[in-house]
Nanobody
Framework: QVQLVESGGGLVQAGGSLRLSCAAS????????MAWYRQAPGKQRELVAR???????VYADSVKGRFTISRDNGKNTVYLQMNSLRPEDTAVYYC?????????WGQGTQVTVSS
């Protein structure tokens, strides 16, 4: 079991940057995969980026080249660096961990990008 707490969301102008953090309640060293998802109003939750225990990464096409996911095992934290933000990136961003066949979610952090 693991608890996840996101932080770092906020309001930013288009073209700006934000860094989201996801702090886990236990060591993430052996967690199979951790990811960031987002959900915009009226839309389904979608995968933004995923990082495995061996630091392999996957990104949604819409964020490739703009977002970077990383992990700091020593701090039990996963980050999402978001650059060149667009209004369409506006959403609630959720941290996710896949642990022994179960998915765990944080409470989400709001990101709003103004045009």
């Amino acid at each position: 079991q693991v608890q996840l707490v996101e932080s770092g969301g906020g309001l930013v102008q288009a073209g700006g940057s934000l860094r989201l953090s996801c702090a886990a309640s236990r060591s993430i060293f052996s967690i199979n995969a951790m990811a960031w998802y987002r959900q915009a109003p009226g839309k389904q939750r979608e995968l933004v980026a995923r990082i495995t225990s061996s630091s392999n990464t996957v990104y949604a096409d819409s964020v490739k080249g703009r977002f970077t996911i990383s992990r700091d095992n020593g701090k039990n934290t996963v980050y999402l660096q978001m650059n060149s933000l667009r209004p369409e990136d506006t959403a609630v961003y959720y941290c996710n961990a896949f642990v022994v066949g179960l998915y765990y979610w944080g409470q989400g952090t709001q990101v709003t990008v103004s045009s």
